[in-house]
């Protein structure tokens, strides 16, 4: 296998340019190193089923398609994809808007498949990998190569972790990139303080009202009116239909997490007690701006502080959640699951805001393409 990592990587990450007969060769030698399932469905020459998209746009322009197997450089293992869940990244990322979503990819998407939170099974590692081997199941933030809507994906070894035993690959799929926000976005939270959840029942959202409640803070989560009663289950004290009330104008907070930012600094400002503390996470790239300028100098004439949480990824940012789902202190809330040919559906089902919690797209149930 050393020897095909070698001979065959290309800068693209893929088998694609090889010759055909030495990719035959190439997937027919990868091919074995697979785990049981895997074998069943052989690999061949064409390739691993994958949702694409050349263009940003709605999920209309996703096409299910065979592409290359994903060949792992020195560090990077390739993962078998067990399920990927779904983020607003992604859907951000099929859009291209917010404009942040077309960093690396200005006119057309960098990466063909999307997909960042992936659960699996190790197919194959490069020669520079030693903390995983063919097998393992893990799990990981894949957020700069992406690729998780496939069968396959490549990922660097430093994203993935073990998988815990007692987390099934959807449910470990669903805490890389949310738990990550949580967690960073609660860490400083202490007992008795006030905590405003604004788009809590997301993603990220459901994990950090949570984290906040098991800090002992009084927490109010604001979402759409579909969605309060799911946050008083997961544990908010007080919830707020954004649709009929403006969050802004009700009593001070220690700290504002805000998922979904769109609104002027000033009103964000108005929201915070002295000493308290404004972090807005994603949403429009004006109010991010603002924040991360007008804000940040604002809160400081004012004793508040205001900024924007750049997320740090990694498994050392969101294992400690998994040891508390495995301990039943954290829940995690699957939506729905969805087949790689419905991921335009289960994108849809985050970006148009229908989710209560995760989303996850599973390989297995997937059927072949015609
Ligand atoms: N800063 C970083 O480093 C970093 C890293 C990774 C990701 N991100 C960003 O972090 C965010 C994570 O979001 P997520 O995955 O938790 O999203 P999500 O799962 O889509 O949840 C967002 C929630 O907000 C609700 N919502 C929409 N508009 C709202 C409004 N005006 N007021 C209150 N709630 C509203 C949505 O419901 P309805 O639409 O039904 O109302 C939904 O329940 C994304 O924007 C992503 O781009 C940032």
Redo the contacts with the bound molecule.
Sequence with gaps: MRLILRTSYDRSGCFARLPAEARTWAYTDLHDQLPARAVQRPIGPIGVRAVVYDRYGPPGVLRIEDIPVPSPGANQVLVEVVATSV???D??GLLGSPLY?RIGGLRAPAHRVLGSDIAGRVAAVGPHVTRFRVGDEVYGDN?ALMGGFAEYAVAPAAMLAHKPAGLTFAEASTLP??SA?ALQGTARVQSGQRVLV????????TFAIQLASLAGAHVTG???A??LDFLRALGADDVVD?RRTDFTRLEPFDLVLD??A?RSVFAYRRALAPGGRYLC???AVPTLLGVATIGAALGLVTGRRMG????KQGPVHFMPAAELCVTGDLRIRVDRTFTLEEVPQALAC??????LG?VVVTTQGSKPVT
Excluded: C, P
Excluded at 350 to 355: D, K, L, T, Y
């Design positions: 983020n607003l990244s859907w951000e979503a957020l990139q949310a926000i604004n788009g809590a029942g997301g993603g990220s959202g604001v979402d759409n579909g969605k954004y998922l979904v769109h996470v994603g949403g924007v949480l750049a997320v985050v970006g148009e805001g229908r989710a995760k």
